[in-house]
């Protein structure tokens, strides 16, 4: 009903505001009318109207200045008889949320009123819904030791600052979370957290995906694309394995992060972004940037503030609360709820988890499998290796025909991929090659596609 409503309409023209008022009061609506801001702001000093109808120009205050200060409190018609599309614009882009032209057509302004106030519910009711979803969002992080405390106070202490991270650690040591931890935190949650895996791309393709491109960039290029840091724009764009990026991307990174400006590929105009930028690296960066591997200036601005990650193994005390999380919380339909036994658990707890807390997940659902019906799960559902001991070393093949060069390599990569559960990290150092190469053999023989259909 329109009788709950207050509105405070602010114009120096008598017989409009009169008129308004009177119009606005037989459609239901409570209506006070000011003509002047000194009066509307005594009378703003103990009364909250749903909204507020301004007259641009006012005898004693300039009404860009009273928009501003009136928007972030309340919804703002804004009403002239000297209407302009610059001052439509500055009014808009101030925060209006209409703007309409005298003389105004009454059935008009009561349609717009109306609008205006449906919106300002809508985004009210959102707010409310989004703010109960944080206090009752607990962390992404899982655990209670201290080195894991010790994280969640930089992550706190870092969030509400518009500063590049850069977090660093092992492979499956959870360096999205913590990235996704701190937008959480910030104030940029309401917006956009777009991820970008640095190592999936070829380099083009890469700066297209984060830059996007115009038409006629490349072949295929049929029309203009956005790139994610557009789509970021206000909110954090997340670079994981920012070590694997190539040098001209690198430049390019670096005076977005100096400048804030960037080109689409194929592009001449400058754009501008928004996005807060935090990265990730199971890389020494240092190192590579003394070597020439990556750049030294891109280095120091990244480094403004890290992030270090503990390994699994050094955090030991967490892997309960990481294992019954994971079973409580794991994609697979179930009959009956699932726990382990002291024995099990004794055993993950001494194991060294070289693929860390994903290996950690993996290693859960796999047992949660293989155990059926069973409602505890036990050692033998687990398939690891001693306590603290590494996996075998020994390789062996069979075929039923003399193999190839090719079979050989197919062959080795597949056991050594199993062998260390699909860590990219773990089997770019143990086959002695890039992570981005890694990524291309598991494309090729299609060890993505059924680690997709065994999750």
Known sequence: ???????????????FNDLVTRQLAESGYRVTGARTWEKARAWLSGNEPDLILLDMRLPDADGLNVLRELVPHFPVIVLTAYGSVRSAVDAIRHGAAEYLVK??????????????????????????????????????????????????QMIKAVAGENVTVLITGESGTGK???????????????????????????????????????????????????GLIEGARGGTLFLDEIGE????????????????EFRRLGGNTVLHSDA???????????????????????????????????????????????????????????????DISPAAMELLVAYDWPGN???LRNVIERAI???????????????????????????????????????????????????????????????????RNVYRLIKKYGLDKAREKSG
């Open 1 to 15: 009903m329109n009788a709950s409503r207050s509105l405070l309409t602010i114009d120096d023209d008598r017989l």
């Open 103 to 152: 003389p105004v057509n009454l059935d008009e302004l009561e349609l717009a009123i109306s609008r205006t106030l449906g919106h300002a519910e809508l985004k009210e009711s959102l707010n409310f819904v989004r703010s109960r979803e944080r206090s009752a969002r607990k962390s992404f992080m899982v655990g209670h030791s201290k080195a894991l405390r010790k994280v969640s």
């Open 176 to 226: 999205e979370l913590v990235a996704r931890e701190i937008h959480e935190f910030s104030p940029r949650r309401d917006s956009n957290f777009v991820t970008l895996d640095c190592c999936t791309l070829q380099e083009n393709l890469f700066e297209s995906e984060l830059f996007g491109h115009e038409k006629g960039a490349f072949t295929g290029a049929d029309q203009r694309k956005k």
């Open 245 to 260: 990026i190539g040098a001209p991307i690198q430049a390019k990174l670096l005076r977005v992060l100096e400048t804030g």
């Open 276 to 338: 807060r930028i935090l990265c990730a690296t199971n890389r020494d960066l240092k190192a590579m940037s003394e070597s020439g591997e990556f750049r030294l200036d891109l280095y120091y601005r990244l480094s403004t503030f890290v992030i270090e990650l503990p390994p699994l193994r050094a955090r030991r005390e967490d892997i309960p609360d990481l294992v019954h999380h994971f079973l409580n919380h794991h994609d697979f339909s179930r009959r009956i709820a699932k």
């Open 357 to 359: 807390i994903r290996e």
């Open 369 to 435: 499998i293989l155990s059926g019906d069973a409602a505890v799960l036990e050692p033998g559902h687990f398939a690891l290796s001693q306590p603290g001991s590494a996996p075998a070393g020994g390789v062996q093949f069979s075929f039923a025909r003399p193999p190839s060069l090719e079979d050989l390599k197919e062959r080795y990569f597949r056991q050594m991929y199993e062998r260390l559960a699909g860590h990219r990290a773990e089997l770019a150092r143990a086959l002695g090659i890039s992570e």
